[in-house]
């Protein structure tokens, strides 16, 4: 509380201590000084004397759309209201029972009168108040009397000054609209605890690992060569492998067919350019081109980009591997690479001086002789040494000598002087440097703040042009600080290629690679004929399966990545090495139709039995993520509010605030709201407007993802999702926990015998089991929470439905594997 508020507060307690002012002169003195100065309300959210049939609402405190929070009756300070004696002296507020309240007229023509209008405009909370006594109540509550809740009582204005904390914490506008405090405050009782049980505990084989196919042996290598990060070393590669966006473009249609990693709301703001790669770099490349050849010093450009959007390749490409002519000719590139430097400002500092020196010293000047050193670098401090250090001294003396020695291996030491003389080297030579500070985008903000201002000093120090690579997040979330507004000269933002155009690619390339044995390989080199044979056919009939854009495979992957091209080739080696993936059978056939199944299982447990969401890429949305007041459906509920009404192609930003209202109002749960959204973002189920990827207060508004639709559309519902994810999940009864285990025990045992159709049977029956779970649970909440929906509108009506249309095929499908299986073995 400041000064001026505490002192004014005092002087109109002192002021009303006679209570003798009529209705006005109390609203004008006391009820709007509470409500506008101690609590914050803005006048433009508080509608004064609205006509409600029959009779008028003091006040009413409004949501940003108009409708209503909270209505006050406010009475003259000459009507007393009678309370009941306090439990201690000095008590200045309390809860008391409605019914209690009740039995003092003034109260209860008071607040029958209010709860009237809350009942007629369907708003639940409730204020009376004389401007000295004011009751905060809820007026209605689904399987309860309202006379038999409780009512939150200020027995005086003396408790906004001593208990000032708690008044804002519960009545304030921000407490109130951003934080849901009224539900809290006025809840009937504290929510119950559910006992939660997890079957994965009583499981011991859980743990249990699933041994790669038989290619990964010796395909592993070359699948991480070739799946993996681009070598700087590797042009051919580079060439015939890397994906810009230019590529596809013109066949697409914007974000509905791929997800388009562009620019968000903030960075158009602060000039922020979308860099359409012609081949040489486009924006960026001149923009380089022209630093160089206008001999401007001192600039810092930032590549914008998502993470694993690729900007990495982007740079290594434009520098090394397909340079502009006029930067091939006049320049000299260093990139630095801070992947695995530690989070520590020190290290990275001295890290990046130390790698920038060797990255310009390609000639080895360094490691020439001292008068070599004299002459090409150290001749400006040498010539001052000589005038004081070495001063007077015989250049033939064994001191002379071993004073300039100690000299020369200072300024060796000394890496930020040394980057200076080597980029005059080069600027001699006609050569400008670039420097490029890459992956700082694994950092926390406040790193990855000393990483620009360092690319700063570099960029003065040496004068010359630095390219610094951040994500949007880390840039916005300093920018509204301050921290960078002194630096910023240009950006640039890189959007992520198609993954399935990566994809293709890269198996296209490894075949390529294997079946011309004169191709320089040295990874496949070891392969014999057969080997190789095997391994083309299965590369190839993946590279087909992405040239379809309803292919399943396709669709997961491009879901799941969200953007993240590093992701996705993370989750794609993983299948194509997972023991779940049927490389024997594709094979054989020298041709796949993949099934949803076939790939949701080895993505998501690539080398594990059972579905762990700690050691996942996907995580499982039907988990409980508060041991209090928490639900199976929330995250679903959450995504399901977001794709409601939105256009799938360009969904809109939906403010967070009203989501919050909206699970602590309607179901109390707001922890378990704060940590879906955690998991949303972190996974690229939703996307907020300024990149953040994790909950935190400055994350204002969300929107859905494709990765988000796809969750909400089809993956939730599928049974192999509900499979793997329902032994990891927390579970409220005990015996469906004990049924879950049980269920898991028998599958495992079977599986160690190959009974592969009666396994099917054991999961089939434990998704039934979990799905009957669910069903009783929503219902349970439906009624709990007054949701009012109808049957085809819940979550568990579309799991059954899609689920009895699945088992039946999931039955079939195991029993023709098992056939064909016996075949070959019989072959």
Known sequence: MTKDLLAELSTLIDETKRRSGNEAETRHRIIDFIIHNALSWPKNRVKVEEFIRPGFADYVLTKQDGSHLLFIEAKREGIYFQLPIPHA????????????????????????????YCIDTGCEYACVTNGHEWIFFKTFEKGKRWDQQNAFVARSLNFFLREYTKARNSFSFTAIVDHAALHAALSTSAPKDRGIYYPREKITSYSHPIKANWLAAKIRPPINYYFGTISDS??????????????????????????????????????????????????????????????????????????????????????????????????????LDLLNVSEDTNTIRDTTWNRLVSALDSEKLLAGSREQLLRDLFSDRFEIARKQDLAGLNEASEIYNS?????????????????????????????????????????????????????????????????????????????????????????FHISSP??????????????????????????????????????????????????????????????????????????????????????DEMIANSHWTFQIHQVIKPVMIPDRYFYDESLSRIPNLFQLRTPRQSSHFTALRILRRLSKGQDK???????????????????????????????????????????????????????ITRYGTYMIEELA???????????????????????????????????????????????????????????????????????GMPVEEMFT??????????KNRVLRSAKRQTVRRERNWGK
């Open 234 to 335: 590797d042009t051919d590669f580079m060439e015939r492998c890397y994906v810009s966006q230019r590529e596809y473009q013109d066949t697409t249609d914007g974000m509905r067919s791929l997800i388009h990693d562009s620019i968000s709301p903030y960075f158009e703001n602060y000039g922020v350019q979308q860099l359409d790669d012609t081949g040489k770099g486009g924006r960026l490349g001149g923009r380089l081109t022209k630093n160089l050849k206008n001999n401007l010093k001192g600039e810092v450009l930032v590549l914008f980009g998502g993470k694993g959007a690729g900007k990495s390749t982007f740079i290594k490409r434009l520098l090394h591997h397909n340079p502009p002519r006029w930067l091939l000719e006049n320049a000299h590139s260093c990139i």
């Open 717 to 787: 519902w599928n049974f192999t999702y509900l499979d793997l994810v329902c032994t990891d999940c927390g579970i409220f009864d005990e015996q469906v926990s004990n049924y879950l285990t049980e269920a898991a025990k028998e599958e495992y045992s079977l599986f160690l015998k190959g009974e592969r159709v009666e396994r099917v049977k054991v999961r089939l029956e434990r998704v039934e089991e979990f799905i009957k779970y669910l069903e009783e649970e929503e219902k349970r909440e439906r009624d709990l929470y007054s949701l």
């Open 89 to 116: 002296n000095g008590e200045v507020s309390c809860y008391l029972s409605i019914a209690k309240l009740l039995t003092d007229e003034a109260i209860k023509s008071a607040m029958d009168q209010v709860r009237n």
């Open 498 to 583: 198609r993954p399935a155009e990566v994809f293709r690619k890269r198996l296209e390339y490894t075949v390529r690679l294997l079946d011309n044995p004169a191709l320089p390989a040295p990874l496949l080199a070891e392969f014999d004929a057969n080997f190789t044979r095997a391994t083309s056919t299965y590369l190839s009939i993946l590279a087909k399966d992405f040239i379809n854009d309803s292919s399943p495979l396709n669709g997961f992957l491009t879901a799941c990545a969200h953007g993240d091209i590093r992701l996705s080739l993370d989750l794609f080696r993983a299948f194509l090495l997972s023991g779940y993936t049927n490389v």
């Open 403 to 491: 004073q300039l020695n100690l000299l020369v291996s200072s300024w060796k030491s000394d890496w930020a002087y040394c980057a200076t003389r080597l980029v005059e080297h080069w600027r001699i030579k006609g050569r400008g440097a670039i420097v490029v500070v890459d992956n700082t985008d694994q950092y926390a903000s406040k790193v990855q703040d000393f990483c620009f201002i360092l690319a700063q000093e570099i960029a003065n120090t040496l004068g010359c042009v630095v390219l610094i690579s951040m994500r949007e997040e880390r840039f916005y979330d300093s920018k509204i600080h301050g921290v960078l507004d002194a630096y910023q000269n240009a950006g």
């Open 797 to 806: 009506s579309k799991i059954r439905a899609t689920f009895d249309g699945e």
């Open 649 to 703: 192609g360009s969904p809109s930003y939906f403010d967070v605030a009203e989501l919050r209202g909206y699970f602590a109002e309607t179901f109390g749960m707001l922890d378990d709201f704060e940590k879906n959204t955690d998991t949303l973002l972190k996974h690229g189920f939703v996307e907020a407007n300024n990149r953040l990827d994790a909950y935190s207060d400055s994350v204002d508004s969300v929107k």
